[in-house]
């Protein structure tokens, strides 16, 4: 490419309206366009950086065996009343009426489509199993669209969908699909950690996510420092220890307490000795309204993890200040496990603790100094919380580190799922039918240039790995046009490296120096080389690797080969 | 590819929805499935094949130095109210609101966007020419989708848009695009006719369409028997000819008759001899609210030539038989220019009539041998109708023949409709901003394949070009597991094949070989070569080329070497 026939359309300064640093580097670098609120325009240099990760992404899928297709990504309602996912995705599904009133919502995924077409040409386990994608715009009206790509409205997927006779080849081609995808996140240059997750609105019952650590992530991921133990924060199992509680040291008494808070700021008792008491709703099959939960007083419930617990409502419901009021008849900041009238639910953690604090059920006072079987019968214990930061991890190596991330990938063993809400059969050698399994796979490409950015910036600009850079060269002349030599010189170069395969933008504008300089730095070209008339004096180049902080000299009779080991390596 | 590993999805036969040859060849190739009216997914062969024609096109866009961006699907409707479409698009535009009950449209085309874009970025010049390009989905809520994907709601478009700043360099790149669209069409294989267009919707004044012979097409495309003219029917004006009326034979006289079709049905008068005044309602600038129109018995008015008559309103609206009644106190079928109390604007083919029939707006009279001058003043002329089949070209040259085709690709000088509507400038030398002027440029990529697949097929179903076949080649072996020889020698054939660059198939299912050869014919493969084991014996494979009716056989020595030479030059 020349640049004089490109359309850099970077900036020297962004508005106000970015809001974090990986959003300002790519609106600087030209690469992405607002249009509304988590709605982009893909400007020359993002979009070419996307075409190679797409391309990335299909050679490694064809390398497989995975078959290309485009689903619509307008999709009649009626399929996902089907699924029942319609009410499940909420306000979250862009929905809208053709002119004859008939009920249309834009696809942030595509289960049910493809589902469907599914049940309409497959029908014996001969044709299993299969693995398809495609590579599609999505939609998704987030409540809060941010950090420019990371959270957008309209986005771009790679999917996939495996379908499976049993639940045995589901998990061959659940490996081959988290290989494959170990395999071109490697390749793009991405450090990333896959992380055990939840089904979530996908369902099936195993799931893994992609996660690359970052500022800006949305995720809470837990590692283990002495393993390869890596989890969503959501989906992390804290360990129920076989330690028994201390002994007790205190006694049990009943102390005044005007509110809670004074348990910290006017006793200065520790928030780790306290036993905080939450009331829920019990679930159907609980014959109780309502369920109280104990969590230490520095702990969160994880409300996935209730969710799971046959006794507790799913979705999640606390109760009410007035439900506790007028149920129990105290005041939720007084309750405590002795004399309540409803189930209780302990957390592992709780358990362990002595010597500790509770509501009492009375107003105005708190029980101290109070210990399992001496004073309080031990009730069940659940796994009802978040894992902290030094936590034991769940494989027993190792404590616990907590960081954010970006989700670039999440894949699902989906199962029977979608083939028993929408009736997909295939029959057996015998003829009988049952159940197509399922799997689906998902990658977020636009969300992967993103977490690429914030792994590889400096204050220049972005720096891309060579496999997706814009450009991988920059060749960059000093004053083309007041010696004649260098015109010739840099055009040779051009063509040289453009018949090796090398991806090289020439900087023939009529602008200064810096000017060029800003432009390749800014949109992340890693290789750059600068032609100037003293260097070729003395038959050399300059050379910035932008990783590097210095400029080298280089022969220019050795350029194209330094620069063909460099890259095509 | 194997076809053990491909997902033909091949049908014997369709549903009872197919409506026409081409979507039904489609259906039963396996290339699209229908979800909803107009929406199809494209399945693995018919994905292969537009991605095809994708990249071709994006070639030959790169080639003239136009840049590629990606723009959104959703776009604001603000955009589009202050261009003015948001109205005149009306239900064709696909609606929605988000969740916030900001409304946005699914975008048909993408005018407003780029021009809100470049209103960001370009501000002089020096910046221009420019010319940019997206292959992205559009939507369109047809009040009819039909014949598959030739008038689809979700289809696939390249879209390119140029800007200029004077007319003369929109001039230049119009020119450029009109090449480069036919040397696409001309690679892919298209017998195509460019014909002169109205600008519709888009506006500007200048305007092409690409259109293909098609017994579906939805346009009526007017030629020459003796020349290169060609224009839509919309849009082919009719001549004035200098030649004056016959002398006038028969003397005017009133006849009486009950009803219109008498004249024709009873009296036998040709109805070349008759004249119809046809009743519109007036523009604003004109001081008129009704305005008369005659033409010829046998012609038909052309809506676009009337709206751009000043004194005739715009959208045409005709007259009611009660306003006729009211106003005019005559009843419509006895409308004649004698007598009548507003103006009147004659069609040419009018002027030139003699001894001719008209209304007398006499309840229950007609006027016969009426001539111009003699018996009635001769009123403006002006070209109200379609052109009709052996009327004379307008280029002088031989008479026209009117045609059905599709419309694959339209070009149009914008000029600055946009840039005026949405405040777009750039600045000259001397820094004085003047409205950008632009140019806009669609090609329909998914209706292309329609177009190519009615321009080839017979009766086992599509013949496609090389170009884009979705295999160029298949290698059918015979009973393969019970000849253990003809496994190795296929597989030899197919890696040497697809190292030559020749994209080709090999079908290693365990099916017989006529269900192997239904599949490859009813997809379109152009070149098929069976091998089998008595073939074999004498060295020999049999070769299938689609278009001929016979197989040949050939040399298995020869084999690549010839598919090399009839595929790659």
Redesign the interface.
């Known amino acids: 490419m020349r640049a004089s ?3 850099f ?1 970077t900036l020297k300064k962004t508005s106000n309206d970015s809001e974090n640093i990986i959003y300002e580097l790519m609106l600087r670098a030209g690469m992405i ?1 607002k ?2 609120s988590g ?6 240099t993002g ?1 070419r950086v ?1 075409h190679k990760i797409k391309n990335i992404i299909r050679e490694e899928m064809n390398n497989i ?1 995975a ?10 309602i009626k399929l996902w009343e089907k699924s029942g996912r319609s009410e499940q995705y909420g ?1 979250d599904l ?3 009426f ?2 004859r009133k ?1 009920s ?1 919502i ?1 696809g942030p995924t595509h289960e049910e ?1 493809i589902s ?2 599914i049940s ?2 497959i029908t014996s386990y001969k044709q299993l199993p ?1 693995i ?1 994608f495609q590579i599609q ?1 999505k ?1 998704r ?1 987030e ?1 809060r669209p941010r950090f420019g790509v990371v959270r957008a ?2 986005f771009l997927m790679k999917d996939a969908y495996s379908f499976h006779f049993d639940q045995e080849s589901l998990k061959k081609t659940y490996n081959i699909m988290y290989n494959v995808y170990s395999r071109i996140f490697t390749r793009i240059g991405l450090k990333f950690y896959v992380v055990k997750a939840d089904t979530g609105s996908m369902g099936g019952n195993c799931s893994h996510e992609f996660q690359v650590l970052s500022k800006n992530g949305e995720d809470n991921i837990v590692f283990s420092n002495k393993s390869n133990f890596a989890a969503n924060l959501e989906f992390a199992e804290s360990v129920k220890l076989s330690l028994k509680p201390n002994k007790p040291k205190e006694k049990m008494c009943l102390i005044d307490i005007k509110s809670t808070s004074d348990l910290i700021n006017k006793f200065n008792f520790s928030i780790k000795k306290i036993i905080k008491t939450l009331i829920v709703h019990g679930s159907k099959k609980s014959s109780h309204s309502l369920i109280a939960l104990l969590i230490r007083g520095d702990h969160d419930v994880n409300v996935l993890k209730l969710e799971k617990h046959p006794l507790i409502s799913k979705p999640l419901k606390f109760a009410t200040k007035k439900e506790i009021e007028t149920i129990l008849n105290i005041k939720p900041e007084f309750l405590g496990p002795i004399n309540i009238s409803v189930p209780i639910i302990a957390d592992y953690s709780v358990a362990l603790m002595s010597d500790f604090i509770i509501g009492s059920n009375i107003e105005g006072k708190y029980y101290i100094g109070v210990n399992w079987v001496r004073d309080i019968h031990l009730p069940s214990t659940y796994d009802l919380r978040n894992v902290s930061e030094g936590d034991p991890s769940p494989d027993g190596k190792g404590i616990l580190q907590i960081k954010r991330g970006i989700e670039i990938a999440h894949i699902f063993q989906l199962g029977t799922k979608y083939s028993e809400s929408m009736k997909i059969f295939v029959h057996d050698k015998k003829g009988i039918n049952k159940f197509i399994t399922m799997g689906c796979y998902g990658i977020g490409i636009t969300r992967i240039i993103a977490a690429i950015i914030e792994q590889s910036y400096d204050e220049h600009g972005i720096i891309f790995p060579d496999i997706i850079a814009p450009f991988q060269v920059a060749i960059l002349p000093v004053n083309m046009n007041l010696h004649f030599g260098i015109k010739k010189i840099v055009e040779t170069l051009y063509i040289e490296l453009k018949q090796s395969g090398i991806d090289v933008i020439l900087d023939d504008r009529d602008e200064r120096i810096g000017v060029m300089f800003a432009d390749v730095e800014l949109i992340g070209v890693p290789h750059i080389i600068i032609v100037g008339n003293n260097n070729l004096k003395i038959n050399k180049v300059e050379y910035k690797f932008r990783p590097d902080k210095n400029k080298v000299l280089i022969d220019l009779n050795n350029i194209v080969n330094f620069l063909k080991e460099k890259i095509l390596n």
Request: hydrophobic letters at 50%.
């Open positions: 026939k490109y359309l359309l366009y249009i509304s709605i982009y325009s893909w400007l020359p979009l996307l065996g078959i290309e297709l485009s689903l619509p990504i307008v999709q009649p306000f862009f929905r809208l053709d002119r008939r249309f834009l489509v469907d077409l309409n040409f299969i398809l715009t939609f009206d409540t409205r309209e």
